[in-house]
């Protein structure tokens, strides 16, 4: 016979096994009718210690909140004024970054503009930014260089103007008919 000290065995383990155990009943020996009223209760206590558990979490939040706002109310006006700071240090800075993309922006397109590009806006896109930087005192340098490198990369995106024309040579077409002053001129007399 098993000795009854012996670790991790119960008696019922110990015990041997003289006949067949019930169907009816489970290997705890309880009928089906007792079985549903324990998961009954089981059911009924896990309801309860959620709801319990739903309710701590609220009050958490709520002492939270107000752990929050004693913090903000025992904030020194020093340390308030701190915080705004930053805040605008912060709002600051941004603008700065604003304004220098801007900047940046319009001597790209400027400078596209002045190389004969159809579209300057495409040439802030497809032009390497990469040299071009902006220094402490708002000039922009490499902006042209960027620019004259995508017109030389791709010159499909310059204005063509026609062979002939020009400030000394207006064309063939500009001597033909009168002006306004001729016409008024052979009109008065």
Do not use: C, W, Y
């Amino acid at each position: 016979m098993p000795d009854d000290n012996q670790p991790g065995v119960t008696p019922e383990q110990s015990a041997p096994v003289t006949g067949a155990t019930n169907a009816a009943t489970g290997s705890t020996g309880e009928t089906p009718e007792e079985l549903r009223a324990r998961i009954e209760e089981m059911a009924k206590a896990l309801k309860a210690a959620n709801k319990e558990a739903e309710t701590r979490r609220k009050r958490l939040d709520e002492l939270e909140a107000a752990e929050e706002q004693r913090k903000q109310a025992a904030m020194t006006e020093t340390e308030k004024l701190k915080l705004e700071a930053q805040k605008a240090q912060q709002r600051a800075e941004q603008a700065e970054a604003n304004a220098r993309k801007i900047a940046m922006d319009a001597e790209i397109r400027a400078h596209a503009a002045a190389a004969g590009f159809i579209d300057p806006t495409e040439a802030l896109k497809l032009a390497d930014l990469s040299k071009v930087e902006i220094t402490d005192d708002g000039e922009v340098k490499g902006a042209r260089e960027a620019v004259e490198a995508l017109a030389k990369a791709k010159p499909h995106l310059i204005r063509r103007t026609a062979a002939g024309f020009g400030a000394t040579n207006p064309g063939n077409a500009a001597g033909q008919g009168e002006t306004d002053l001729e016409r008024a001129h052979r009109l008065l007399g």
